[in-house]
């Protein structure tokens, strides 16, 4: 099995502010080449939610949204800003749970999000006026093209995941997981392998991009660190194609929902 | 805050096979040696929950067991062998849910496991003939003991978290968790602290002792590769000492279960 033995994971510095309209990837670029660092076929950047959604101008003005009565109603039951809420409602395909401080929706991208995964936190200055943002409108189309332009602009085939840090069911504390992801397999399937002693593996199926996402995070930060973008050097694991939406359960194989 | 910017993890070559009242200390001081390798304070070692489990002979032969009639009847409804099911009641709380091939259960430490972690692969040439493998007696006050070893064989003062693969509600693939830990602040708490702008940071706490966990898991591998043991270097984020119940959500805040 072609597994890595080594990984190095470097945050990249110099990622200036992003704004509506950026080019992510020429910004990665140019704080690489800041750095006498170039891209390397194999090597997988992991890049935060955060920024690609500023790049596609995902920011949106609490001020400007006129909340339903559904979402009234949830604002009440969760004790939530009404405006807020229809934004919840309008990025998802279901509501899970709402109760207090909290609603739980299946996003539509099929993620299993609180808040649909809108952020409040370093949005920008205006944050506290209202600023919130959207996950990106489709972030494996996003690692897929960020991937090709830099395929183009380098010659480097890399790998590209978008990560968020999400809440889980049964444990406390966030991890990152991958939105979205190019290049990479998302799902490493150890079924048919065998184990030390020749016998097959019963273990199934690895998430591989997410263990990648919540890797990065480790040098990422959540607060004011500024460094959203993670390159991974030394991961000779599984390079076919395959998006992120392979890592989401299928509504009828889920049994906690 | 103190955040590593750059993480460096290696598996650990040399490590043998474990049978039952091993040292894993000794193995993975002297297989570290082997490689001129010394450990140093603000290391972090993850340690495959299988070798642990091993060194503490968790092993048990179906042979032995005798089902109940509880796990007579769920082995009906889940197609399981009896004795299997026997064995994940005994280490779990609660069942929480049984179908085909499946069983999801409380484990008897907190954690949300199929099968109450209990391992059919990995386990030795009697695998065929029915030896599993149980979840380590006691993985925090394991860590610890590791963590108090090294200090005193070495003087390093290190972090250790015991990994192992779990599946999860939403997502399709198994990450690595840490179910033991010492030395390694298991949670990260965000709150209170400021994004780039100034503003409060909304984003909760951060399971970083999993994500640590995960990392490690890119380069352990699962199937026959043996490298169990994993060395992090450069985590310069918390180290408070804390356990990995630290991340267990309380029943009373789980709405999934």
Redesign the interface.
Same mark, same amino acid.
């Not at 392979?246 to 359960?249: A, C, H, Y």
């Given at each position: 099995?072609d597994?890595?033995?080594?990984?190095? $994971?470097? &945050?990249v510095?110099g990622i200036p $502010?992003v704004r509506t309209g950026d080019d992510i990837v020429a910004l990665i670029l140019s704080a690489l080449a800041a750095q006498n660092e170039t891209l390397c076929s194999g090597d997988v950047l992991v890049i935060a939610q955060k920024i690609v959604s500023k790049s596609e101008g995902r920011m949106v003005s609490l001020k400007d949204v006129e909340a339903g009565e559904r979402a009234i109603e949830l604002a009440r039951s969760t004790g939530k800003d009404p405006r807020l809420i229809q934004l919840v409602l309008t990025e998802s395909k279901e509501v899970l749970?709402a109760?207090d401080q909290?609603i739980?929706v299946v996003h539509r991208l099929g993620?299993?999000l609180a808040n649909a995964g809108i952020d409040?936190?370093?949005?920008?200055?205006e944050? @506290?006026d209202g600023q919130v943002l959207l996950l990106p409108e489709n972030p494996d189309r996003t690692a897929q093209n960020y991937r090709a332009s830099i395929l183009s602009e380098t010659g480097a085939n890399v790998g590209v995941i978008i990560n968020d @840090?999400v809440g889980? &069911?049964?444990?406390?504390?966030?991890? @990152? $997981?991958a939105i979205g992801a190019a290049g990479v397999k998302? =799902? +490493?399937d150890?079924r048919g392998?065998?184990?030390?002693?020749? =016998?097959? *593996?019963?273990?199934? #199926? +690895?998430?591989?991009a997410? +263990? *990648?996402a919540?890797?990065a @995070? $480790?040098?990422q %930060?959540?607060? %004011? #660190? %500024? =460094?959203p973008v993670v390159l991974i050097r030394g991961?000779k694991?599984p390079s076919e194609v395959q998006s992120a939406a392979?890592?989401?359960?299928p509504v009828q194989?889920?049994?906690?929902?």
């Open positions: 099995m597994r890595s033995t080594g990984l190095i $994971l470097t &945050a510095p $502010l749970r109760v909290l739980i993620f299993v409040v936190s370093n949005v920008g200055p944050g @506290s @840090s889980r &069911a049964w444990r406390i504390g966030t991890v @990152s $997981l998302a =799902l +490493e150890h392998k065998v184990d030390l002693f020749g =016998l097959p *593996l019963k273990a199934s #199926e +690895e998430g591989v997410d +263990e *990648l919540s890797a @995070s $480790l040098v %930060g959540q607060a %004011g #660190e %500024g =460094l991961f694991g392979t890592l989401v359960r194989q889920d049994l906690f929902r």
